[in-house]
């Protein structure tokens, strides 16, 4: 089974950057979209960037120009560096993977962002 490990969140300051990461293990198979996500209390979880195993990014528009998602494929780990971070940040950040050729799915145990003064 697929285990995916993140790590990097904390708490941080408006304006302040932070960096995820989140290393896939146990695969015996090459990762194919990798991406993260986050949920705020009370509100869905909702998407925040993705990366496919070529390198081609999308981004939330609420994110789009302050954070950077990036990939390490020989290491089966992706990155978010977030800057100019806002409150409304705050959410517990998920990461994801997709195996290629099928519908399954791996998930993180998420990590806490905190954006506050």
């Known amino acids: 089974q697929v285990q995916l490990v993140e790590s990097g969140g904390g708490l941080v300051q408006p304006g302040g950057s932070l960096g995820l990461s989140c290393a896939a293990s146990?695969?015996?198979?090459?990762?194919?979209?990798m991406g993260w996500y986050r949920q705020a209390p009370g509100k869905q979880r909702e998407l925040v960037a993705y990366i496919s195993r070529g390198g081609n990014t999308n981004y939330a528009d609420s994110v789009q120009g302050r954070f950077t998602i990036s990939r390490d494929n020989a290491k089966n780990t992706v990155y978010l560096q977030m800057n100019s971070l806002r409150p409304d940040d705050t959410a517990v950040y998920y990461c994801?993977?997709?195996?290629?050729?099928?519908?399954?799915?791996?998930w993180g145990q998420g990590t806490q962002v905190t954006v506050s003064s």
């Open positions: 146990r695969t015996i198979f090459s990762i194919g979209t």
């Open positions: 994801k993977a997709d195996r290629p050729g099928t519908s399954n799915e791996y």
